[in-house]
Each structure stands twice: as structure tokens, then as C-alpha cells.
């Protein structure tokens, strides 16, 4: 078990509700819940139909609001043959369609149905370690034997286990790479360092490698919260990690960096209670941005004081390191 919120002084700086026994309820709870999930299921097998749509460019954002508006289940973006064209795959739940119609310059390219299976069990297999900017490597394999410590430091960089059990947090996304490369970039050692949407706590681990005093993460997400506990295990650091939200931080100027790499539409509106917990010398690193919304983010952060100093930017990813 990592450390708890009550030890090492946590719980002077957040208001945490309910403490342990709280998360050992719910997690009775999950794994309630995910047996009776079991229980029920139907094992027939599940096929979605999977539309191949190519387009103009320009149309890209009107095709994905309305297949969003027909209840497309996901889509992915194809590499399309020139930068003129649009190429999006569009899954649907079985023997399902898009309802609204598409305008006729939206060309249906073709149709093939996919069987269900454990699209976490195909990656998982074929994650191998990465290199993430000149300090980091990053290792999703399960490790061998179980709870092996981390080794020695490969190269000068710092090996940080994170297994590849969810999907998200395995430094395999462009937000997280960006994040990563931006935090090597600042100034770490001795700092106070706030991990907002840890998710496997990757960002808490890299921070504390390089020499942080102090690293508190959370997440909203409450599997998260278990798997970063079960990661600090399998690493040489061991931040503070939370299940909840801002708002279970007591306001005061505790931090001296944020790491926020999460969609802006999930985190904007909480700016004034991420703004309570921080110093007024700071620095805040913000991912999870698609380029389109860059402006908006850095207009969001500018009445705060905040001034961009790097931007990084990977595919339509984009990301920022900001100071007062
Ligand atoms: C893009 S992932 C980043 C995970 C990890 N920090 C990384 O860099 O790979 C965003 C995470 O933020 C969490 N999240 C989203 N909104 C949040 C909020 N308002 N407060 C706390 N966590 C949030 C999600 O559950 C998710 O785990």
C-alpha cells in the first residue's frame, strides 16, 4: 500500500473525507459490482459495424459532430492520402447506423464489422519501454517477477514502471509526452508539485525523480487511485495519492508547480480552486490541449498572472508551460 493521506502531514493540507475506510468501501464495492457484472454478461459474441467515411478537410468538424449526434460509439482518424482529405472510421454499437444524414461531399468509403474483444489485452502485449524527452524511460510491461523494484537508471534517464492495465498514463498518449518533456524543462528540485488527473501517476513519478520535495496527485477516477497506489510499489518514489477532486484540498498557497494534463472542458471551470492552492511564485503545466484550444486555455490562465514561457507541441496535441 503507498502512503496514506493521513501520514507524513497530508492531512494538514487536505480536507480529506473519510480517509481509508472510505476507499476500502468503495472498493468492496467495485469489485461487488464488477463480479455481479460478471455474473450476468452474455458471452455471444459482439459485432460492431465500422463505417469508413473520406471527405473534405475543411467538413472534418461538422462529420464528427454529426456522427456524434448518431450515436457513434467512437471514432478514429485514418491517415488520408492528402492533406485535403478527411478520413474518419466510425463505430457503432451492433446493428446500429448513423442516423443523421451526411452532406453529399461525405463519401462512405466502406463498411466491415469488428468482433468485441479486450482491445486492452492486444496493447498491453505490445507495449514495449519508451524514451520520453532526455531524462525519462517509461516501461508499460508487467513487471517479472511481480513487484520487482526498479532497476538502475538506464542511460541517465530515470525508469518509470507503469503497467499497462488501463488505458491512459503510459506515456504512449501525445499529452503525456508533452508533459513529461515540459516538466524535465523546469525547475523541480525542492519544489512543492500538484498532480491534478494523475491517472497512473506517471507525471507524480517523474516529478519526484527529479527531485521534488513533495508530490501530492489525484484523480477523480477511483481505478486510478488503486492502480497508482499498486505503481508506487513498483517504483523507487512514492507520491501522495488521492481519489477525489479539487475540492478536497484545503485553500492555501501549498504548490509551487501544477501538472494539469487533462481536456480543458473538464478542469477550466475549476481554475479559482486550483488557483486557492498555489503559491504566488509558480509555475503550472497545462496538457491535454488540442491545438484548436490552445488560446482559450492560455486566456483562461492570464487573468491569473500566468505567462507562457515553452510551447510543445505533437500532432494536434499541444502544451504549455506557464509562470508568475
Ligand atoms: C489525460 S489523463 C492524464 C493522466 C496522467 N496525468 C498522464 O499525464 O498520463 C486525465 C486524467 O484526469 C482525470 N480527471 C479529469 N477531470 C478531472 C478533474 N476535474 N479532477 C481530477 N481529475 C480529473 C481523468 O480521470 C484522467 O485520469
Request: hydrophobic fraction near 40%; charge should be negative; include cysteine.
Amino acid at each position: 500500500m503507498g502512503p496514506t493521506p493521513s501520514q507524513g502531514g497530508l492531512d494538514q493540507i487536505l480536507a480529506y473525507r473519510g480517509g481509508d475506510r472510505l476507499l476500502a468501501f468503495l472498493q468492496a464495492f467495485l469489485q461487488a459490482f464488477l463480479q455481479a457484472l460478471l455474473l450476468f454478461r452474455d458471452d455471444s459474441m459482439t459485432t460492431f459495424p465500422v463505417f469508413l467515411y473520406s471527405f473534405p478537410k475543411e467538413l472534418e468538424e461538422v462529420v464528427v459532430a454529426l456522427l456524434g449526434a448518431s450515436g457513434v460509439l467512437g471514432l478514429q482518424h485514418l491517415e488520408a492520402p492528402s492533406p485535403e482529405i478527411g478520413l474518419i472510421e466510425a463505430y457503432f454499437p451492433e446493428g446500429e447506423s448513423p442516423t443523421f444524414p451526411l452532406p453529399p461531399t461525405v463519401k462512405l468509403v466502406h463498411r466491415r464489422s469488428v468482433v468485441d474483444q479486450d482491445w486492452l489485452e492486444s496493447y498491453r502485449r505490445q507495449a514495449q519501454p519508451l524514451n520520453i524527452g532526455d531524462r525519462f524511460r517509461i516501461d508499460p510491461r508487467e513487471p517479472e517477477p511481480p513487484g520487482e523494484a526498479s532497476g538502475p537508471p538506464p542511460n541517465g534517464r530515470f525508469l518509470i514502471h507503469v503497467p499497462a492495465r488501463q488505458a491512459f498514463g503510459t506515456g504512449s498518449h501525445e499529452s503525456t509526452r508533452l508533459a513529461l518533456e515540459l516538466l524535465e524543462r523546469s525547475q523541480v528540485s525542492g519544489k512543492r508539485v500538484l498532480d491534478v488527473g494523475a491517472g497512473s501517476g506517471i507525471l507524480s513519478f517523474a516529478a519526484l525523480a527529479l527531485g521534488a520535495s513533495r508530490v501530492v496527485g489525484f484523480d477523480i477516477d477511483l481505478p486510478s487511485a488503486f492502480l497508482a497506489r499498486q505503481y508506487c510499489r513498483l517504483n523507487a518514489w512514492a507520491p501522495d495519492y488521492f481519489a477525489g477532486d479539487l475540492k478536497a484540498l484545503a485553500v492555501g498557497p501549498h504548490f509551487d508547480l501544477a501538472l494539469v494534463n487533462i481536456l480543458p472542458e473538464r478542469i477550466l471551470d475549476q481554475i479559482p480552486l486550483l488557483e486557492a492552492c498555489l503559491a504566488e511564485r509558480c509555475e503550472v503545466i497545462l496538457s491535454g490541449i488540442l491545438e484548436s484550444r490552445g488560446e482559450e486555455v492560455l486566456s483562461a490562465y492570464a487573468p491569473l498572472g500566468f505567462e507562457i514561457q515553452e510551447q510543445r507541441q505533437e500532432g494536434d496535441w499541444v502544451a504549455f508551460r506557464c509562470r508568475r
